[in-house]
């Protein structure tokens, strides 16, 4: 018995890295699998369905069930077309990993448009395109489902370097917690996990030099848990993973201050109750 026996997953980006470690933890589990990849640089800039093909290849010589798509997430034909992939191969959609994600990392003052624009286009508006998408399809099912998305401690705290990635994983945490608010009468539990893994996008940052320890396969024990019946009554979380540090994230609402009488602050008295105010 396997905790996804008879489910239909689609993971995006799964041609390398975490999604590949997850499309094969999730196969394993019974999960007959949409690969999906583009199979480009980590910039972005190309396509190659070796990828895809390769991870597909892999499950399926171990005994799972796959079909590789190359569309890109970043168009909402693209993203009816990953949909489409899972409903044309096996009939149905029960769970979406949006996955995939680029870099093009500059610091804000020398980062361009296009720089900006792609970046946010892959992650920010691919994660909406495919939510809706794959929402549209579980909400005709009327069986629920789930939906996972890879946010980032860029996003969530801030990275030197990463103004549009950054962006653009932030914008994923309001759009998992909206999408939690909106889905949740039809059962579709949208949560995130914010990952730390040494791949093609990370290996060549100072932290990850010598480390052997923060894998993918790390990582997509998560997505399991989110995907899964074990996670059928929690939605709107980020699950965060770095090796065997398994932790989360949430935004913290300050208790604040009132003042009396209901009087107007003023920018004095901020700076003056600066502590008091911000004190969780
Ligand atoms: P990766 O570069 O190995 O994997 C990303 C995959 O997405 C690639 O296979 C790529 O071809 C695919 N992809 C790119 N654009 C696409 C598009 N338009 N349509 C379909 N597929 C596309 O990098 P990694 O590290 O595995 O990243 C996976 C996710 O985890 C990304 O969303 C990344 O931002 C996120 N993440 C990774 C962290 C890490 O430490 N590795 C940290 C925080 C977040």
Request: proline share 2%; charged share 20%; net charge negative.
């Amino acid at each position: 018995m396997g905790l996804l026996d008879g489910k239909v997953v689609v993971v995006t980006g799964a041609g390398g890295g975490i999604g590949r470690a997850e499309a094969k933890l999730l196969a394993s589990e019974g999960a007959k699998v949409v690969v999906n990849d583009v199979g480009g640089a980590r910039d972005g800039v190309g396509a190659d369905d070796a990828a895809a093909n390769a991870v597909v290849a892999e499950i399926c010589a171990a005994g799972g069930e796959a079909v590789a798509n190359f569309d890109s997430v970043a168009t909402a034909e693209g993203a009816h077309r990953i949909v489409l992939a899972a409903v044309t191969a096996f009939g149905r959609l029960d769970v979406l990993v949006n996955n995939a994600g680029i870099v093009r990392d500059k610091s804000l003052m020398k980062m361009t448009e296009e720089m900006w624009d792609s970046v946010i286009a892959v992650h920010l508006k691919g994660t909406f395109l495919c939510t809706q998408a794959a929402a549209k399809q579980l909400m005709a099912q009327g069986e629920g489902g789930r939906i996972v998305n890879t946010t980032s401690v860029s996003g969530l705290l801030g990275n030197f370097g990463q103004a549009n990635y950054a962006a653009a994983k932030a914008g994923i945490y309001g759009l998992t917690r909206t999408a939690a608010i909106e889905l949740q009468k039809h059962r579709i539990t949208v949560n995130a996990i914010a990952p730390i893994a040494k791949t093609r996008m990370t290996d060549d940052l100072p932290m990850f030099q010598g480390i052997d320890t923060l894998t993918p396969e790390h990582i997509a024990p998560a997505v399991l848990f989110l995907a899964s019946p074990l996670c059928a009554d929690r939605t709107g979380h980020v699950l965060a993973v770095s090796g065997s540090r398994m932790y989360a994230y949430k935004v913290v609402e300050a208790k604040g201050k009132f003042k009396d009488g209901n009087e107007v602050w003023t920018a004095n008295e901020i700076a003056e109750n600066w502590d008091a105010i911000t004190k969780v």
